[in-house]
T-cell receptor, first 114, second 114 residues
């Protein structure tokens, strides 16, 4: 079945640091790729997305490139802020229309030190 | 902005009791889902629902679980005889027919089984 791997359970950058959160995936289909963000007490919210190879998802200074050759979708930001602190989930789903379940990674807790 | 709503926000029940978790998806959405998140773990797919029938279900979604759309707005998850290991956050999600399956999640119901 599909799987998404996030190698870092928690990252603790200081404000202004650059950030890379790793994500790799495995699937037999051509997936759409997502990063979801979850704040305490809330459900996951779509943060950014990429639908096909070499697409770059962007939102609030974060970027992620859909790399089919390396099956990766790493989340990057040049300069993190304290307000970015949250749990980030990498995820994939099928790219066909209609219902497609989302498969989530284990999540990376981003705690930005002010 | 339309959003997915869920009630109750927290449900406490005794082992063996039946619980019904309720969701109101976004009104023009056609596809509905339940996911669960055990504390500190990843979000896991339970079931998808379209056109008044289950489209796909995971191994977790056994005979103790059922879903229903009793009217034009509500979408429910029933657990017939709760077990301790059913304690988790349960998230409802919905989406329109689209090419990249952007799902919108509700805030979740925290289920505690004693």
């Amino acid at each position: 079945g599909d799987s998404v791997v996030q190698t870092e359970g928690q990252v603790l950058p200081s404000e202004g640091d650059s950030l890379i959160v790793n994500c790799s995936y495995e699937t037999t289909q051509y997936p759409s790729l997502f990063w979801y963000v979850q704040y305490p007490g809330e459900g996951p919210q779509l943060h950014l997305k990429a639908m096909k190879a070499n697409d770059k998802g962007r939102n609030k200074g974060f970027e992620a490139m859909y790399r089919k050759e390396t099956t990766s979708f790493h989340l990057e930001k040049d300069s993190v802020q304290e307000s970015d602190s949250a749990v980030y989930f990498c995820a994939l789903s099928g790219s066909g229309g209609g219902y497609q379940k989302v498969t989530f990674g284990t999540g990376t807790k981003l705690q930005v030190i002010p | 902005e339309p959003e997915v709503t869920q009630t109750p926000s927290h449900q406490v029940t005794q082992m063996g009791q039946e619980v019904i978790l309720r969701c109101v998806p976004i009104s023009n959405h056609l596809y509905f889902y339940w996911y669960r998140q055990i504390l500190g773990q990843k979000v896991e797919f339970l079931v998808s629902f379209y056109n008044n029938e289950i489209s796909e279900k995971s191994e977790i979604f056994d005979d103790q679980f059922s879903v229903e759309r009793p009217d034009g707005s509500n979408f429910t998850l029933k657990i017939r005889s709760t077990k301790l290991e059913d304690s988790a956050m349960y998230f409802c999600a919905s989406n329109r027919r689209s090419s990249y399956n952007e799902q919108f999640f509700g805030p979740g119901t925290r289920l505690t089984v004693l």
